[in-house]
């Protein structure tokens, strides 16, 4: 009876194994499936003057520099307002707050919040800011803001809380007070966690499509900073679905597909190394 037990246990555990295992290699196969067939189509597309240049419809010839300065300008906008209100939020609530109820309520609206879909969020900022500031860029950033503030702020809050508590009841016994704390014992000891919060936010920011199509709008002008915050522009990612959706050009949008692939790939590689890099330091 014990020989039979000890080898079906076996035969479930072999064969859970070999179920993982195949679970893993085709995961694994559809990524890279996935990047080799964006990169293969859209790279050849590639060039200097692609990448240099807007678009020109006397002549036909299509560049992508008002939709790149476009979502530079678009990540530095969004980054200036959430990070801010984000990292403020989550010490007020971790250090300050002591109504846990309320702060139970606000986490799980924020955990509500990040779980809607993208494309309500352009809605409401439609009504909300389009109407307001029109279809611009900044109405688009004020539609990423919202849209980045619950992962800013609970990324934030759970690096506050891996801060030892014996370093802040440590620095009290000296005399300090709560913000002298707060800024110089807990932030130094989380600040891996937002910038990889921030890092991960900006990914997020390059992907937003459906949002950035009802309040940014599909213009490719090229624009500084300042008038293009003010002026209707299309990110890399709107325009890629224009291209691909309104004009048929797949190879342009494959192009375009593989550029925010790539720099997909770079931020997680620099939230990967940051991670480490202040892991490192608290060890030595």
């Not at 921030?198 to 090229?222: K, Y």
Request: charged share 15%; with cysteine.
């Amino acid at each position: 009876m014990g020989k039979s037990l000890t080898f079906k246990r076996k035969s479930f555990e072999l064969l859970m194994r070999a179920l993982m295992i195949i679970s893993t290699g085709l995961t694994g196969s559809l990524v890279l499936f996935f990047l080799i067939y964006v990169l293969v189509q859209g790279v050849p597309n590639i060039s200097w003057e692609f990448l240099t240049t807007k678009p020109s419809y006397l002549t036909e010839s299509i560049g992508i520099l008002p939709d790149i300065l476009n979502t530079i300008y678009i990540v530095i906008a969004t980054l200036a307002l959430v990070l801010p209100l984000g990292v403020g939020a989550a010490i007020y609530l971790t250090e300050y707050a002591s109504n846990k109820k309320v702060v139970e309520i606000i986490e799980f609206a924020a955990e509500t919040l990040s779980g809607i879909p993208s494309i309500i969020y352009g809605l409401v900022g439609m009504l909300l800011f389009s109407n307001t500031f029109g279809t611009s860029l900044i109405s688009g950033a004020l539609t990423l803001v919202i849209m980045n503030l619950p992962t800013i702020m609970r990324t934030t809050q759970e690096s506050l809380k891996t801060v030892p508590q014996s370093y802040r009841e440590g620095a009290f016994g000296l005399g300090a007070g709560k913000w002298r704390v707060v800024r110089t014992v807990v932030l130094p000891g989380c600040v891996d966690g937002v910038v990889t919060g921030c890092i991960l936010s900006v990914g997020r920011i390059l992907g937003e499509s459906a949002a950035l199509l009802f309040t940014a709008g599909f213009a490719h002008a090229l624009n500084g900073i300042i008038e293009g915050l003010a002026a209707p522009g299309a990110t890399l990612t709107v325009a890629l679905y224009v291209y691909a959706k309104e004009r048929g050009e797949f190879g342009v949008a494959f192009a375009i597909a593989a550029i925010l692939m790539i720099l997909t790939l770079v931020i997680n590689f620099e939230a990967t190394l940051v991670q480490k890099h202040f892991a490192k330091r608290r060890t030595q």
